[in-house]
């Protein structure tokens, strides 16, 4: 809570910085309207550099196109609130079918001005061209100090790999049991509460990159993701197992040996091994002797199959990217 309260006390400070900064500059060029630089600077600054950027990109083609529809309408109708109506509507309908909604109302403000000065000269023109550059562009200079926080990700993710191991050790635990009286899913909604805070700071960390930029913590978060599906077919197959065959406790001991060598840079060769003899050594072993042996040596086989996949999901991912960055 402090951490957030901190985060966005800085934000505003940032913001209210930046807003005056631009409003000084304008002041100091002479601009009329000066106080709008700020405002524009308020309204271009978002919470990433990408965004931020986007957004400036959008607002600057929309202004663009703002002034060429001001002045066809100011020039055909006059400079009166009928030709602004006008202009809006039609500056509204191309904004809103270009994505460019947000727009709208910071570059109809620019506009309104030759509404206000009755006046649609070359110095109207440069004034809001000028107001427009400077605080689109204090907007992008107060952002370019973004940085990845990888440590902050790091922290979620371990937090993610902590639930997950948690996940494979309570597997273990209950499919030596005949009675799964107490074993529920409450892990799993847990899990994908840290998943979802992890995969918003990878996004974050995303788009405040705009070089060098690597999927790592993106690709991680997806294999989780896989993972944790796969986690979820595998409880709800060990919950259904009521009788206990003589494989349950080789498989039982194989999620330890997931447990164990649980870690992040692991590329899980050796686990694939073992598994890829137990299914083989499955298969030669005698048929069920009865309906109850053959679901749960059935369930007992999927589940080998799910944790293939989950070793796999992996596998592939160390191997994409190697040890940690």
Same mark, same amino acid.
């Given at each position: 809570?402090?951490?957030?309260? !901190?985060?966005? $006390?800085?934000?505003?400070? +940032?913001? /209210?910085?930046?807003?005056?900064?631009?409003? $000084?500059?304008?002041?100091?060029?002479?601009?009329?309207? /000066?106080?709008? /630089?700020?405002?524009?600077?308020?309204?271009?600054?978002?919470?990433?550099?990408? %965004?931020?950027?986007?957004?400036?990109?959008?607002?600057?083609?929309?202004?663009?196109? /703002? $002034?060429? @529809?001001?002045?066809?309408?100011?020039?055909?109708?006059?400079?009166?609130?009928?030709?602004?109506?006008?202009?809006?509507?039609?500056?509204?309908?191309?904004?809103?079918?270009?994505?460019? !909604? &947000?727009?709208?109302?910071?570059?109809?403000?620019?506009?309104?001005?030759?509404?206000?000065?009755?006046?649609?000269?070359?110095?109207?023109?440069?004034? %809001?061209?000028?107001?427009?550059?400077?605080?689109?562009?204090?907007?992008?200079?107060?952002?370019?100090? @973004?940085? +990845?926080? %990888? !440590?902050?990700?790091?922290?979620?993710?371990?937090?993610?790999?902590? %639930?997950?191991?948690?996940?494979?050790?309570?597997?273990? &635990?209950?499919?030596?049991?005949?009675?799964?009286?107490?074993?529920?899913?409450?892990?799993?909604?847990?899990? &994908?509460?840290?998943?979802?805070l992890a995969k918003e700071c990878a996004l974050r960390n995303w788009n405040n990159t705009l070089w060098s930029q690597s999927s790592y913590e993106l690709d991680y978060i997806r294999m989780r993701e896989n993972q944790s599906r796969v986690l979820r077919n595998i409880y709800d197959s060990i919950v259904r197992i009521r009788m206990l065959p003589a494989q349950t406790m080789q498989v039982a001991d194989f999620f330890e040996e997931i447990e164990a060598q649980y870690h992040r840079d692991n590329d899980v060769e050796e686990l694939l091994t073992i598994l890829k003899n137990m299914l083989a050594d499955m298969?030669?072993?005698?048929?069920?002797?009865?309906?109850?042996?053959? &679901?749960?040596?059935?369930?007992?086989?999927?589940?080998?199959?799910? $944790?293939?996949?989950?070793?796999? @999901?992996?596998?592939?991912?160390?191997?994409?990217?190697?040890?940690?960055?």
């Amino acid at each position: 809570m402090r951490w957030i309260k !901190g985060f966005h $006390l800085v934000k505003a400070f +940032k913001i /209210a910085l930046a807003a005056v900064l631009s409003i $000084l500059t304008a002041n100091l060029l002479g601009l009329r309207y /000066a106080v709008t /630089a700020g405002i524009i600077t308020v309204l271009s600054i978002q919470n990433t550099k990408r %965004e931020t950027l986007k957004t400036a990109r959008n607002r600057g083609l929309a202004f663009l196109c /703002a $002034l060429i @529809l001001a002045f066809l309408c100011y020039s055909l109708f006059g400079l009166g609130v009928g030709a602004f109506i006008i202009y809006l509507f039609l500056f509204a309908f191309l904004c809103l079918s270009a994505g460019w !909604g &947000e727009a709208i109302a910071m570059d109809s403000v620019l506009i309104s001005h030759f509404l206000t000065e009755q006046s649609l000269d070359r110095e109207m023109f440069v004034n %809001e061209v000028l107001l427009f550059l400077i605080g689109t562009s204090f907007g992008i200079l107060i952002n370019l100090h @973004l940085r +990845k926080k %990888e !440590g902050e990700f790091d922290r979620l993710s371990i937090q993610v790999d902590d %639930e997950i191991k948690g996940i494979v050790h309570r597997m273990a &635990e209950n499919l030596r049991r005949e009675d799964k009286t107490g074993y529920n899913a409450d892990c799993f909604g847990r899990l &994908e509460e840290k998943l979802g805070l992890a995969k918003e700071c990878a996004l974050r960390n995303w788009n405040n990159t705009l070089w060098s930029q690597s999927s790592y913590e993106l690709d991680y978060i997806r294999m989780r993701e896989n993972q944790s599906r796969v986690l979820r077919n595998i409880y709800d197959s060990i919950v259904r197992i009521r009788m206990l065959p003589a494989q349950t406790m080789q498989v039982a001991d194989f999620f330890e040996e997931i447990e164990a060598q649980y870690h992040r840079d692991n590329d899980v060769e050796e686990l694939l091994t073992i598994l890829k003899n137990m299914l083989a050594d499955m298969k030669q072993e005698n048929l069920p002797k009865s309906r109850e042996e053959f &679901e749960a040596r059935a369930l007992l086989f999927y589940t080998l199959m799910q $944790l293939e996949e989950f070793l796999t @999901l992996k596998n592939r991912f160390v191997v994409k990217f190697g040890a940690k960055r």
